[in-house]
């Protein structure tokens, strides 16, 4: 069974505003990582945060992590068309060989 | 640095037939994954190999699915019979074992059962 469940479904914007997806998960996890996929590039990994940490930035993204609440968000900001894709959230287990656990993902749409 | 190969790209088959994917993964990257996707939701894990042998699968429904990593680098999986339920992508990906643990997955190979 998927483990995350991302909020919202889809969400559209326009380039320049921020972006904001969350991300429920059931289970105790080693760590929660965000993936974006588009038919160009395919499933790429964006980020990855530990399971004691509870903020990360990468470049334009953000990523909080609360384990009490057993959420996460991703946050782009000044967004772009080229963010255009859907996201992902996926937990690991160190147990399972960190085999992920996907969610059913949020597709963004960017317009110029 | 190559990345995840896998082929062919599409694939379609009737119902019943049998089919078979391809997936190279990074070079020195131990630990190989295949997940399959079906349209509109994340990817769902069906096995999981640590070099040539096996650490999970679970979720793989053998009556019909199998895989192989035969010399610890590449892998085949196979659908035999092929059912309408199995149309998806099949993603394969691999991971440094011992090393982080983000995955690097390759462009899937997108498949239509008739």
């Known amino acids: 069974s998927q483990q995350g469940e991302e909020d919202p479904q889809a969400l559209s914007i326009q380039e320049g505003e921020n972006a904001t997806m969350n991300c429920s998960y059931k289970?105790?996890?080693?760590?929660l990582q965000w993936y974006r996929q588009n038919s160009g590039r395919g499933l790429v990994h964006l980020i990855l945060?530990?399971?004691?940490?509870r903020e990360k930035h990468s470049g334009r993204l953000r990523v909080t992590l609360d384990t009490s609440k057993k959420s996460s968000s991703l946050l782009i900001t000044a967004s772009r068309a080229a963010d255009t894709a859907s996201y992902f959230c996926a937990t690991g287990l160190s147990n399972s060989g960190y085999a992920l656990n996907f969610g059913k993902g949020t597709s963004l749409l960017v317009t110029p | 640095e190559a990345g995840v190969a896998q082929s062919p790209r599409y694939k379609i088959i009737e119902k019943r037939q049998s089919v078979a994917f391809w997936c190279n993964p990074i070079s020195g990257h131990a630990t190989l994954y295949w997940y399959q996707q079906i349209l509109g939701q994340g990817p769902k894990l069906l096995i999981q190999f640590q070099n040539n042998g096996v650490v999970d699968d679970s979720q793989l429904p053998k009556d019909r699915f199998s895989a192989e990593r035969l010399k610890g680098v590449d892998s085949t999986l196979k659908i035999q019979p092929a059912k309408l339920e199995d149309s998806a992508v099949y993603l394969c990906?691999?991971?440094?074992?011992?090393?982080?643990?983000?995955?690097?997955f390759g462009p899937g190979t997108r498949l239509l059962v008739l």
């Open positions: 990906a691999s991971r440094i074992a011992g090393e982080g643990e983000t995955q690097y």
């Open positions: 945060i530990r399971s004691n940490e």
């Open positions: 289970t105790s996890i080693n760590n």
